[in-house]
């Protein structure tokens, strides 16, 4: 009996395997689902390691950009998602580098070219990539230029009667002039001549001339520049004026006189040009030579004609630029987060 008792004891302190089995199969359900449940939460609750390395490669993007841009010598091109900009030297050749900035709407990357090299990726995940310039007109000194002035008028003398010197072939008549140059000029030029003449017999074929002088001042014979012109309207009977223009034009020396030397083509057609005699100082002297004769000078004497000259004087000029004075960068990745950043392109170049 005693022994019943004790075998019965141990009995009742264990497990039956089928409880055994129970307990194991309740205890999986158990974890299985607060396995689900902690995953589902996991899920949940946003993980902000994600969004502060995010956050930091933006940044570094933007700030990558942005020290580029400061340091830019030169702009090259700025479209709305693509940036070309020249640098100081960085591989140690001791040339500038030329950098670009791209975006890949499809692959949504930012790419980076260094002188024209492959597209290296910068960021990935970025939906929004954009530059956006501001300029203003800005206006710089440039050195002086030299340039023509206007034609004005160096010699005039008026017509007092039809009556004057004859000019054919063989008899030439001419004005030989002292410019008024400015201080500031360093050269001038004839650019026309304006003369009185009658027609004598046939129409003439007149040419006007531009001659050096020689070291007695005289003409040299050489024409310089000349014109040549046919007067079918010429009258025979008063003189009215006619205009040679030179389309080429001989720079002189601000010091070099020179002779206008008006000749006809045959001694048939000629005509007269009318004379002024006596009269007060023209700035000019008559000249007239006959065959081959030698020129003869009468200072109290001087064509009815006008001269019209040029002067090369510099003149002071500004440029007109449009600058670049900052570049807007806007940013923004699949999570929504946006970053807009103005950079100040310290070197103000002239937008490309």
């Not at 007695?216 to 205009?243: E, H, I, K, M, R």
Request: proline share 6%.
């Amino acid at each position: 009996m005693p022994q019943q008792r004790a075998q019965f004891r141990g009995r009742s302190q264990a497990f039956t395997l089928v409880e055994m089995v129970l307990t194991l199969a309740v205890t999986s359900i158990l974890l299985l689902s607060l396995t689900s449940v902690m995953r589902i939460l996991g899920k949940a609750v946003p993980q902000g390691g994600d969004a502060t390395e995010r956050a930091l490669e933006l940044a570094s993007l933007v700030d990558r950009v942005r020290l580029d841009v400061e340091l830019a010598t030169g702009i090259l091109e700025v479209q709305n998602n693509e940036l070309s900009l020249v640098v100081g030297d960085r591989n140690g050749d001791t040339k500038p580098e030329t950098l670009t900035y791209s975006y890949d709407d499809e692959e949504q990357t930012v790419l980076l070219s260094v002188n024209g090299g492959g597209a290296i990726p910068l960021a990935t995940g970025i939906v929004g990539f954009a530059f956006e310039t501001r300029t203003s007109t800005q206006s710089h000194p440039s050195a002086p230029a030299l340039q023509w002035t206007t034609p004005s008028r160096l010699v005039s003398v008026p017509m007092v009667s039809s009556s004057g010197d004859n000019c054919h072939q063989t008899e030439l008549v001419g004005l030989i002039v002292t410019p008024t140059v400015p201080t500031d000029a360093t050269a001038w030029r004839i650019a026309r001549v304006e003369c009185f003449m009658r027609r004598l017999n046939n129409v003439p074929v007149v040419t006007a001339s531009v001659q050096g002088l020689t070291a007695a001042g005289l003409p040299t014979g050489t024409a310089l520049q000349s014109v040549t012109q046919t007067l079918n309207s010429l009258s025979n009977l008063t003189a009215t004026q006619q205009t040679f223009t030179f389309t080429t034009m001989a720079s002189l020396l601000p010091t070099q006189r020179a002779a206008v030397i008006f000749s006809t083509s045959t001694t048939a057609n000629g005509v007269e040009i009318p004379s002024r005699q006596p009269g007060p100082t023209f700035h000019s002297d008559f000249v007239k030579r006959s065959g081959s004769g030698a020129w003869q000078v009468d200072e109290d004497k001087a064509p009815a004609m006008t001269v019209w000259v040029q002067f090369q004087v510099p003149v002071a000029s500004t440029t007109t630029i449009t600058a670049i004075d900052a570049i807007d960068l806007l940013v923004r990745d699949a999570s929504g987060m946006t970053m807009q950043v103005p950079m100040v392109v310290r070197t103000a170049p002239e937008a490309p």
